[in-house]
């Protein structure tokens, strides 16, 4: 039942329809088909109201409208059908025809609202809708009211009446040109209600040109008018019609054919109805078809206008696209590069060029949300920083760029310098309070072969200063000198690992006093076979540019832990209990490195407590996958190192984010500590760190007997450096002695263990 209810428009109309049908089946101008007839046009009228009380629209004034309109042409068919059936007469004009009539003023009110509601009210839809009412009430005035208004009887109330019905027929057709015009959304009821009007108009208009040239009496003609009862209710009954229609946005700026072809048929159609033999010999039509001519040419003016308009808005839109950047509204790289080359083919330009640090972890953890609105910050700050008269750029992804027109270095340092201070400061963002670093390089146009090696130029730099953590690099040749050597450099390291030029070494790390080695480092040693051994600070950071640190690693990796498989089962209780592996950033930030650390001990059958991986405080400082890494490491049993502790941005903090069993101190602290200076207070503070958080504490770097004695006393039993033994393919692990003793290396490898 329920569904029956929901639908009653669809029975209604099927209803409707089958009334239609059956009118044509009863006898002509006979009693039952008049009444059915009757019966249609007031139960439409009903219909509508049913449809007002269940569904309740928010602008039920249009539907009372309908309803009144309909109820007032049915009361129209019982009079008629009142004066032909009781009284036998056919009187012209007539009550019924006051009644048909009166039908027309609700109808074209409710149709008003209906227009103003659900259509856009822009100059373009309007010029549009002009044209067509004119076109179209051109032809209804020369094929239709001219002619009745012209052949119609000189009773000046037939007249009127014979006027009035094509007259309300234009109104209409004005109306249903601006329903279908520059409409907005259509609903089924909405569609049902224009297809209502659309058959009330047609059906009139055909009785109008029908009475003209025939003596017919519009029988043929019922069906337009009966569904146009069925479609009046069924659009009240659907429940689409207690929606608010949205009205149709705005065009924007798209270009399409339609108002272009609808522009050049209505110009043509005045002129054209000239050809009109009825038409071109008639004073009255030709003045119409001049009115409504110029009246065409003025919207078609118009629309043209809007046309031009659109392309002018499109093409800043194009231009806007083409050359800034969405989200920062930044200019773009097309756009730096052509006013880089502007301005170097009229002065020496120069070019500041930022890179974001850090950047990828902050998309990776917090999503690209987050990430777009810290670049939106960074880019305020950029912009903010910049001189007025330069152009600030993002040049893609974590990306930006400075062009100063003058070719003053000190101008360009003072800005760079501004920028670096900028962007030390956190942003909030998301949620987060975080810290995005940058690398600024400046490039200029002295000697530079273009634009774009003035843009080179100041990327390279920008390379350079993240290298070394200066706030900002200028250019030099001798950077293009480096980054071409670490080309090469790169290109040899394939090599080398191809060639087996890279071989493991190991540093001893020894518990005092007793002396024994409880730990080794591997490090990575290259013997270039031309150029000789080349040390691990030079190769390892271009290793680690190039991603071949990942393949290098885990080869060391796996070598580390089968040596130390073999010293295992060679010296038993002898050999040392940890093999430490050092890990860089790159090797963190692979998603898979923890399930290659255990697949490599489950291939040399190392106990993962037997290994140890160190990691810098660079690395992790970022977080992100990096620490999600050790944490799995540290789930697989692996300890985990922290190297350098003290070096690097927020040391103590990492201790808290950082899963961490070891802390290695950093050899600067060590230098210095036989002195009563501050290095020996920073290291006396860290092992009572070390031992308040229960940790292990390694003292790196120690070089002289004076400086292992000072770290015991200060608690350090843990120490590694060239004073206990040089990094070395084997390592002698027998003991040295039982008490605090000097021990001293005596190169080659071997250690010597003398009495202090």
């Known amino acids: 039942m329920l569904a029956v209810r929901h639908r009653l428009w669809f029975w209604w109309s099927v ?31 009903l219909m509508i109201l049913v449809g007002v009380r269940r569904h309740r629209p928010r602008r039920p004034a249009m539907w009372y409208l309908f309803a009144a309109g309909q109820m007032a042409s049915a009361a129209g068919d019982l009079v008629w059908e009142y004066y032909v059936f009781v009284l036998h007469q056919e009187p012209y004009p007539s009550l019924a025809d006051a009644f048909y009539l009166a039908s027309y003023p609700p109808l074209i009110l409710g149709l008003v609202q209906f227009v103003r509601a659900r259509t856009r009210s822009d100059g373009e839809s309007l010029t549009d809708a002009g044209m067509v009412a004119a076109c179209l009430g051109l032809v209804f005035w020369i094929f239709v009211l001219h002619p009745t208004a012209a052949t119609t009887s000189p009773a000046l109330l037939e007249k009127i009446t014979s006027i009035a019905y094509p007259a309300a027929d234009v109104v209409l057709l004005a109306l249903l040109t601006r329903m279908f015009v520059g409409a907005g959304a259509r609903s089924p009821s909405t569609r049902m209600l224009g297809a209502a009007a ?65 522009a050049a048929v209505c110009s043509l159609l005045a002129p054209g109805m000239l050809f009109v033999p009825a038409a071109g010999a008639d004073l009255i039509d030709r003045f119409a078809i001049a009115t409504v001519g110029i009246t065409l040419c003025v919207l078609v003016f118009l629309r043209t206008r809007g046309l031009v308009r659109k392309v002018h808005g499109k093409n800043a839109q194009l231009e806007r696209l083409a050359l800034y950047d969405d989200l920062t509204a930044l200019a773009n790289r097309r756009h730096f590069e052509n006013a880089l080359s502007r301005a170097s083919a009229h002065g020496s330009p120069q070019v500041i060029f930022l890179g974001l640090t850090g950047f990828k972890n902050v998309n990776d953890e917090l999503g690209r949300e987050v990430g777009d609105d810290v670049l939106g910050h960074l880019a305020a700050r950029i912009r903010g920083a910049a001189p007025a008269e330069a152009l600030t750029a993002r040049l893609g992804g974590d990306e930006f760029a400075l062009l100063l027109p003058g070719d003053s270095t000190s101008t ?27 690398g600024i390089g400046i490039g200029d146009s002295t000697g530079a072969a273009g634009p774009a090696e003035v843009l080179r130029r100041a990327e390279t730099a920008m390379y350079a200063a993240k290298d070394t953590g200066e706030p ?31 071989r493991v070494v190991y540093q001893p790390i020894v518990a005092v006093p007793e002396g024994r080695v409880i730990a080794v480092e591997a490090l990575v040693r290259w013997e270039h076979p031309e150029r000789g051994p080349i040390s691990p600070a030079y190769f390892i950071p271009v290793a680690e540019r190039n991603g071949l640190v990942v393949e290098l690693g885990a080869w060391v990796l796996r070598t580390a832990c089968e040596q130390m498989v073999r010293w295992r089962h060679e010296w038993g209780s002898a050999a040392p209990d940890r093999m430490s592996v050092n890990v860089s950033a790159r090797q963190l930030a ?57 070096t690097g941005h927020s040391s103590l903090g990492l201790l808290r984010t950082v899963p961490v069993d070891i802390l290695k101190v950093d050899k600067s602290f060590v230098d210095d500590i036989t002195g009563a200076g501050e290095h020996r207070v920073i290291a006396e503070a860290l092992i009572h760190i070390c ?66």
């Not at 208009?205 to 003209?212: P, R, T």
């Not at 069906?223 to 009862?229: F, K, T």
């Not at 050597?485 to 690992?497: M, W």
């Not at 290659?596 to 977080?623: K, M, R, S, Y």
Request: glycine content about 12%.
């Open 198 to 262: 659309l058959l009330l108009f047609a059906a009139d208009a055909a009785f109008s040109v029908l009475s003209l040239h025939s003596d017919s009496d519009g029988y043929e003609l019922s069906a337009g008018w009966l569904l146009s009862y069925v479609l009046w209710a069924a659009a009240a009954l659907h429940p689409s019609m207690k929606a608010e229609a949205a009205t149709s946005p705005a065009s924007g700026t798209g270009i399409s054919r339609g108002p272009v072809v609808l």
């Open 472 to 502: 900002f690099r200028h250019w030099s040749p001798a950077l293009d000198e480096r980054a071409g050597e670490q080309a090469r450099l790169g290109a040899e390291i394939r090599t080398a690992l191809d060639a087996g030029q890279f």
């Open 412 to 438: 360009a340092e003072q800005v760079a310098g501004a920028l670096a201070d900028t962007l030390r400061e956190p942003i909030h963002a998301g949620g987060n309070e975080l810290l995005v670093g940058a």
């Open 15 to 45: 209803a409707g329809t089958v009334a239609t049908a059956a009118f044509y089946l009863l006898a002509r101008d006979g009693l039952a088909s008049n009444l059915l007839y009757n019966a249609v046009g007031l139960c439409s009228a």
């Open 590 to 646: 692979r998603s898979g490195f923890p399930q290659t650390v255990a697949d490599t001990l489950a291939a040399t059958g190392l106990p993962p407590a037997c290994l140890t991986v160190e990691v810098t405080e660079t690395a992790v400082f970022q977080g992100g996958r990096a620490v999600e890494a050790l944490h799995e490491l540290r789930a697989l049993g692996v300890r985990i190192a922290l190297d350098d502790f003290g």
């Open 691 to 756: 031992a308040g958080l229960g940790l292990t504490a390694v003292a790196e770097g120690v070089e002289t007997a004076e400086q292992a004695e000072v770290l015991y006393h200060l608690g350090y039993r843990l120490l590694q450096g060239y004073h206990f033994g040089r990094p070395t393919a084997e390592v002698d692990f027998r003991p040295k002695g039982s008490s605090l003793l000097t021990y001293a290396d005596t190169g080659g490898g071997g250690s010597s263990w003398r009495v202090g």
